[in-house]
């Protein structure tokens, strides 16, 4: 029993507070790495936790807590409240709150050797992995291929799993393992079956190349893009040589994926992944003051494309061509695949524009809403795994509309996954579908409202599922947010927003909330920070039609100059602007 003693006179009101503190520094390694060489899942391998180094003990986490009660408290309450406080839909807010609690949970280790490490999903609801530890280790680069969450709230973690795919997974000749062995120093697993695809998964190691351009824009530190970009000219030199064999920007040959098979043949799930990561690429390139290179990738873009639309295009959505009798199982075909525009999703949430043509990708959108998106599922038999119950809403993972099923389609192609519905939901957004991509959440936090299943606790492969921290990509395509932190430039364009506009934002040192009010005669655009520091040296607003703008940084007019185009307008700020906890920038476009 824990007492508290106290005396209250008439009247009176006292609160008591308790404090619940651990401390578990033996944390092992406890699950089965058979990929690793090591056969007994019962080898403990010490890794310990990052908290190891700023506690001794439960009684020392007890005191930091007591200590520093009022901040704590304060500023939780400070980011649930700006967070909550804004005009966007509610089951938005939802889905994009709810899956951030995800890094706090069994998924997720932060070893005390500084490095950041996840399972797919826990144990629970789904399947495990050889009865011990969690679902599926570790740092699977096919699931965290969707995830966005991590790297939003905290950049320096997500950086350290960038950091271990980079310097200790890939290997010399380019490929990536999809799961890390624990300890660091054991033998990577290179040479073997890893499990779910049995080769290194192509899609993760594309995703791969698409973070890091996303990590350099995260941080403000240039060297590192720098280091990592000598990692990234090996793994791209890899596909464009061993899987784009004919030089034309198309993929042919086996296709390891997170579908846990290999799919054959020119696809554009994988192969939009490719386009954007050669996008990416292009643009680092030019960051790298190599040019030459930075073309080599564009031309080798454009060609794909190009190729993409023509070989698999069929009027309403693209395909997949494969040969049947070389390939007759774990292939889509002639399905629409609810995952068949994930490269594009990653365009759009890095600004890299169309990887295909705009048209049909805003026709595409629409043909996965249009036979995937169900009210029900009576009558559709969920194999191999049943994550819906019939009567509920949801979007199916492939749908084959006009016939053509393969007998042995690509695996889990009849299941619902939270991470793919909250990816199409962002394409939504990213292509103006606003209404869609609400309904959309609407659905799945309808399956997730606490009187079927937790709405802490999104399930794929086991509990509070990697892939569904996808959501955050929601909040920056409905406030058209981006924030680049190597050269302090942040733009807001909201695509869901009236005459009043209020939403959350973050970078790696600051968040806070930003507000647009539209009046006949003005536009009110208001960035308040309310915890760390917001470094600006430009903001990137919509295109208006006022001709004079003023701008005050804590209530003083500050000196700019302004830069035009026919979609935005860009106020260079003359000397930076540094927006404290507390402080505010206002900016007002006068008519």
């Not at 791209?236 to 579908?259: A, F, K, S």
């Not at 790298?288 to 873009?301: I, M, N, S, T, V």
């Not at 209404?435 to 509070?464: K, T």
């Not at 968040?511 to 600006?536: F, H």
């Amino acid at each position: 029993a824990v007492t508290a003693s106290l005396r209250l006179e008439p009247q009176e009101e006292k609160d008591i507070t308790f404090i619940l503190a651990w401390y578990f520094p033996n944390r092992y390694v406890s699950w089965g790495q058979w990929y690793s060489g090591i056969e007994d899942p019962k080898s403990l391998f010490w890794q310990g936790n990052a908290y190891n180094k700023r506690f001794a003990s439960a009684t020392a986490v007890a005191e930091y807590v007591r200590d520093n009660f009022a901040t704590l408290d304060s500023v939780t309450h400070r980011f649930r409240d700006t967070f909550f406080h804004s005009t966007l839909p509610y089951p938005l807010l939802d889905t994009v709150s709810s899956q951030a609690s995800i890094i706090r949970t069994p998924t997720c280790l932060w070893t005390e050797d500084g490095r950041f490490h996840a399972f797919e999903g826990c144990h629970g609801a789904s399947t495990g992995w050889q009865s011990t530890g969690g679902c599926c280790p570790m740092n699977c680069t096919h699931v965290f291929a969707y995830e966005m969450t991590l790297s939003a709230l905290f950049p320096n973690l997500e950086r350290s799993m960038r950091e271990t795919e980079l310097y200790h997974q890939l290997h010399s000749t380019g490929y990536l393992p999809h799961r890390v062995v624990l300890p660091m120093y054991l033998p990577r697993a290179w040479e073997r079956t890893i499990g779910g695809p049995d080769k290194p998964a192509l899609d993760g190691l594309l995703s791969m190349v698409l973070k890091v351009y996303r990590e350099h824009k995260r941080n403000p530190d240039a060297e590192w893009l720098k280091r990592a970009w000598k990692k990234v000219k090996v793994a791209m030199e890899h596909v464009m040589t061993l899987h784009d064999d004919e030089g034309d920007g198309v993929i042919r040959g086996e296709q390891p994926n997170t579908y846990d098979i290999s799919v054959f043949g020119p696809n554009t799930f994988i192969g939009t992944l490719y386009l954007a990561a050669l996008r990416a690429s292009e643009e680092m390139a030019y960051l790298q003051g190599d040019p030459e290179l930075a073309q080599k990738y564009h031309a080798r873009f454009e060609q794909g494309s190009q190729n993409y639309d023509e070989m698999l295009w069929k009027g309403e959505y693209w395909i997949q061509v494969y040969d049947p009798e070389k390939h007759p199982e774990q292939n889509y075909g002639q399905g629409c695949h609810s995952d068949h525009l994930f490269g594009q999703w990653w365009a759009h949430s890095l600004g890299l524009g169309y990887v295909l043509s705009k048209e049909h990708v805003h026709t595409a959108v629409r043909s996965i809403l249009k036979y995937n998106f169900r009210g029900n599922f009576v009558g559709h038999k969920q194999i191999p795994r049943v994550f819906v119950s019939d009567d509920e809403p949801g979007i199916v993972i492939c749908s084959w509309p006009h016939g053509g099923r393969p007998e042995i389609p690509t695996l889990y192609s009849d299941e619902i996954w939270t991470g793919i519905e909250y990816e199409v939901a962002g394409l939504c957004i990213f292509e103006g579908l606003i209404e869609e991509a609400v309904a959309i959440l609407r659905a799945v936090r309808s399956r997730y409202d606490g009187s079927r299943r937790s709405p802490w606790n999104d399930i794929e492969c086991g509990d509070h599922y990697a892939r569904a921290m996808s959501s955050w990509t929601l909040l920056e395509a409905a406030c058209g947010y981006r924030y680049d932190a190597s050269t302090a430039t942040m733009s807001i364009a909201p695509r869901i927003s009236g005459d009043s506009f209020r939403a959350f934002f973050i970078t790696a040192t600051a968040w806070g909330s930003a507000s647009i009010e539209s009046e006949p005669k003005a536009v009110t655009v208001r960035l308040e920070a309310q915890w760390g520091n917001l470094e600006l040296k430009s903001l990137a607003l919509p295109h208006t039609q006022q001709e004079r703008v003023v701008v005050w940084q804590d209530g003083e007019e500050i000196p700019y100059h302004l830069e035009t185009t026919q979609d935005a307008i860009t106020i260079h700020f003359t000397y930076g602007a540094q927006v404290a906890s507390g402080g505010s920038l206002e900016v007002r476009l006068l008519s």
